[in-house]
Nanobody
Framework: QVQLVESGGGSVQAGGSLRLSCAVS???????????MGWFRQAPGKEREGVAG????????YYADSVKGRFTISQDNAKNTMYQQMNNLKPEDTAMYYC?????????????????????WGQGTQVTVSS
């Protein structure tokens, strides 16, 4: 059983920063070095979109154009935790943010990220950016 728990959301003014965390708990011996992971977001009335992803081994990262240069995805393998540092936040970044994990050995990170390639999801954390 794999579980993902996000934290770090909140309310900030435009130009501010937040860091989201996604803690992964799984069976003994699991490491997300084997896995692809990503951050998605969904604003009210909109489709869920992938904003950042990281390949198994952490060697490749992907960012949607809308967040490139402002968001940074990273991992702490010792803690089985993924992060998303979000700087220079804009009101249009307001959304529920979800972390996701592929769950398949040898996964290939799709670009853009595809929801159907991720088998495990967190419950989401709300980010609200005011102007």
């Amino acid at each position: 059983q794999v579980q993902l728990v996000e934290s770090g959301g909140g309310s900030v003014q435009a130009g501010g920063s937040l860091r989201l965390s996604c803690a992964v708990s799984a069976y003994t011996g699991y490491t997300f070095l084997w896995d692809c992971m990503g951050w998605f977001r969904q604003a009210p009335g909109k489709e869920r979109e992938g904003v950042a992803g990281i390949s198994h081994g952490g060697g490749y990262t992907y960012y949607a154009d809308s967040v490139k240069g402002r968001f940074t995805i990273s991992q702490d393998n010792a803690k089985n935790t993924m992060y998303q540092q979000m700087n220079n936040l804009k009101p249009e970044d307001t959304a529920m943010y979800y972390c996701a994990l592929d769950g398949r050995a040898g996964c290939i990170l799709g670009t853009p990220l595809r929801r159907d390639e991720f088998g495990y999801w967190g419950q989401g954390t709300q980010v609200t950016v005011s102007s």
